[in-house]
């Protein structure tokens, strides 16, 4: 045992309070040191591992015959240090097993045990899962010196995110996995910039091998020629040859955190781009995918999958009621959801990230119109709103003109993460709603929310309205220097079609008595701050900015941030 439980307590016979009180302690000590090699063998052995402790008791070895991790602790049970070391290495340490350790995060540091049993998982003798964890390594160098084309010394983590070949990677250390995140909403880029040193992250992919039935050459060293090589600074790979390569039993995984959901087209095209099957699918409508997803995210607790009436709260106007068409499980409607892509080349990563920024913005949109509310909890103004997928990334938003009783639509086309267009249809006998279809492609960019830029439409459609009405009276004036009362009053009043102050408090003031939550009142009380945040090279949201929208009215700042200037 340990010095401290094998010390004498000769000296403090004469005071048994002392003497109480170091035996005491003595027994918590070993009961902390105790319970901690305790869980660790218990978290050891479930996950298929050996474990044994130092003679000394204050070291415990967790052992593979791959890998070993070495926890040296304090005679107290503190954790003082966590080393990995994989065959043929030397050990390193690890500082994210520590934080787990120390934190008494021990689910978090089962999961990087699991994580490093499974880069092993292949079949075949050692040294045949040696060769898998060197294709491994081989790949994160390259995706590394990929990661630092078109890099300058000023270019933020927003932009990595969404333009960089391989998004934001940050590569694998100790026990964590290489990651990528790959695309973030302006609503979290907004949340990043209201709460500095906050972990507001985006989508995310870890990078790893996974072993497999069927062998697949795989590179065993770095393939990338020159990470600044061409004019266009695209990668430029050298041939997988016999001495560079290696069949294996085994392919590469972007593995997702959540799987998501991904349009047939969409799988088709990756699927042609690395080569691989993606297995395990199940064919669905995209639409009831997305919405499972959303909720499930949104939610705690369970909520009917089969809901499509959502209600939605916004500041300053009435709360929209959307209604989802799920469609059906058409060829090019249908979709699955996707935990893993595999690959076996490098080369193929920034095209398949590109395919997923352009499905995870075109979901981000129809989950705008999700909501945990599928109940309208008040008697509040209710503005209704039907969206309805078409072939590929693009739907319909079906409204009841604003001014008249016909129908309105607005078609948005997402042709990639970072472009969108957007047409608005009327009958050709109602009035303009002062939207042009430039206007709505940019606040769609800006905030990648359908309730935000609906509301935008409907203030527009609202000044229209005002302006029309205050032209009106002027010329009335002009004609009738002194009108009577009964004409002003008739004016105003709710009879007929809606006055200045009625369509304005039903298309701009009004604010519902429920508001979904206080993610709902942050985004859409500042998210058109954020510019063209999202298309261009510098995302950041200025402060003079937010006070900006913070000092001016509701009306006034949705025509400061969402014009164009």
Sequence with gaps: MDKPLQRPISNAAGDPLLSCMEKIQRTLNAKSLFSVMNRLESLSKQKGLNVHASPSGTACYITSNMFYIEVQLEKDGNVMDVKLAH?????????????????????????ILEDLSNLYQIPG????????????????????????????????????????????????????????????????VLEAELNPG?????????????????????????????????????????????????????????????????????????????????????LAPLYELIVQSTLKEKCSEDLSMHNSRFFVSLPDCPKHCYFINKGSEKSDLAGALVSKIPF???K????????????????????????????????????????????????SVFFLHPLKENLACVIIDVITSREVQCCLHLNPQDPTLNSSDDFIARAVKRCMSVPVVMR?????????????????????????????????????TPEGSPSVAAQQDLVVTEKPSITDSPKENLSTAKLETLGDNMEKS????STETLCRVEESSSTASTEAVMIDK
């Design 348 to 395: 193929c990563v920034p095209g398949v990230i590109e395919i997923l920024r352009h499905q995870v913005a075109y979901n981000s949109l129809i989950s705008s119109c999700v909501s945990e509310k599928h109940i309208n909890e008040d008697d509040s103004e209710l503005l209704y709103f039907e969206v309805v997928p078409h072939k590929n990334t693009s739907f």
């Design 198 to 282: 906050s972990q507001v992250c985006g989508t995310k992919m870890v990078v790893t091998v996974e072993g497999t039935d069927t062998l697949h050459k795989l590179p065993l060293s770095p393939l990338l020629v020159d990470s600044h090589a061409g004019e266009d600074s695209n990668p430029t790979f050298l041939p997988l040859t016999d001495e560079l390569s290696m069949d294996l039993p085994a392919f590469f995984v972007l593995k997702f955190h959540q799987p998501i959901p991904i349009s047939s087209f969409s799988i088709e095209e990756i699927q042609r781009l690395t080569g691989i099957q993606i297995t395990g699918l199940e």
């Design 538 to 541: 510098n995302p950041t949201v």
């Design 456 to 492: 935008a439409i409907f203030r527009n459609a609202a000044k229209v309205k005002a302006d029309s009405e205050t032209q009106d009276m002027e010329a009335d004036k002009q004609q009738k220097p002194e009108p009577p009362c009964e004409q002003i009053t008739d004016s105003n």
């Design 87 to 111: 065959l043929g290495e030397a050990p390193v340490v690890c500082d994210d097993l520590v934080q787990h350790l120390r934190m008494k995060n021990y689910d978090a540091f089962g999961k």
């Design 125 to 188: 003798n050692s040294e045949m899962k040696a060769k898998g964890y060197l294709a491994l390594q081989a790949l994160e160098k390259d995706l590394y010196s990929m990661s630092l084309l078109d890099r300058t010394q000023d270019v933020n983590r927003v932009t990595e995110v969404l333009h960089g070949k391989v998004g934001h990677l940050v590569p694998r250390t100790g026990g964590t996995p290489m990651n990528i995140e790959f695309y973030i909403s302006p609503y979290q």
């Design 344 to 346: 076996s080349h490098p």
